[in-house]
Nanobody
Framework: QVQLVESGGGLVQTGGSLKLSCVVSGGTFRSYFMGWFRQSPGKDREFVSA????????RYADSAKGRFTISRDNAKNTVYLQMDSLKPEDTANYFC???????????????WGQGTQVTVSS
């Protein structure tokens, strides 16, 4: 059974930074493509970023480009999302997911974490 556990969320002021982590247990982490999504109340879950199994391929939503950086440490079974220059509109519950393609759609991923809340105050 593959399990994903996110951490690192919290309350931060506009312009601040947070680094989210997602630890994966079960399965073979180094073979997974990893993604980050977010969901705000009343809105659909949306793609933020994704990274290939080797770390050589990445994708970002337009809203994340230039501010967020995805990375992974296969020795620690962990994927990260460094978020800088945060804005109030980044406020959401952030989810990590694992799958077998570098996709930006929910159904590209097979396993999901429970999410970690990020709140950016103005």
């Amino acid at each position: 059974q593959v399990q994903l556990v996110e951490s690192g969320g919290g309350l931060v002021q506009t312009g601040g930074s947070l680094k989210l982590s997602c630890v994966v247990s079960g399965g073979t982490f180094r073979s997974y493509f990893m993604g980050w999504f977010r969901q705000s109340p009343g809105k659909d879950r949306e793609f933020v970023s994704a990274m290939g199994w080797s770390g050589g391929s990445t994708r970002y939503a337009d809203s994340a480009k230039g501010r967020f950086t995805i990375s992974r440490d296969n020795a620690k079974n962990t994927v990260y999302l460094q978020m800088d220059s945060l804005k109030p509109e980044d406020t959401a519950n952030y989810f990590c997911a694992s799958g077998y393609k570098l996709g930006d759609r929910l159904f590209d991923y097979d396993y999901w974490g429970q999410g970690t809340q990020v709140t950016v105050s103005s």
